[in-house]
């Protein structure tokens, strides 16, 4: 009986230190998620911090060249606008240099035929 007695006591005392490792498992355990769920939190709000961080660089960004390709555009229509204002001058100058030529042309023609005709008459 007293071998019982010991051996009920012994259960008891093993089972108490179960309960009692078991309960100091569950602490930790519950510590070790609400840490776990704090990282988990902090990681999420640093990773929402740098994507706002990368949109808001990658917007203005973006922002920027369509300011550059406007700027670009407006600077290739005044080089365009320029261009045909220096081709259609240099066409009517061309065009008053042809003119120009066959005036003289057609001036020496007539003279020529003149003092020809004037030849032919005087030796006729």
């Known amino acids: 009986m007293a071998q019982e007695a010991a051996l009920s006591k012994f259960k008891a ?3 108490s230190s ?3 490792h078991f309960s100091l498992l ?3 355990t519950e510590k070790l998620r609400t840490d776990i769920d704090k990282m988990r939190s902090e990681l999420r ?3 929402d911090k740098v994507t706002a961080g990368q949109r808001l660089d990658l917007n203005l960004e973006r922002g920027r060249i369509r300011d ?5 555009s407006a600077e290739t229509s005044t080089l365009t ?3 045909d204002r220096e081709i259609h001058t240099l066409k009517t100058h061309l065009e008053t240099a042809k003119y120009d030529v066959i005036k003289y042309c057609i001036g020496t023609i007539v ?3 003149a003092v020809g ?3 032919l008459r005087i030796f006729l």
């Open 26 to 28: 569950q602490r930790e």
């Open 68 to 72: 550059e390709l406007a700027n670009q």
């Open 13 to 15: 005392e093993v089972q």
């Open 117 to 119: 005709l004037g030849l």
């Open 45 to 47: 709000y640093e990773i």
């Open 111 to 113: 003279s020529v035929t």
């Open 81 to 83: 606008n320029k261009l």
């Open 18 to 20: 179960q309960e009692h």
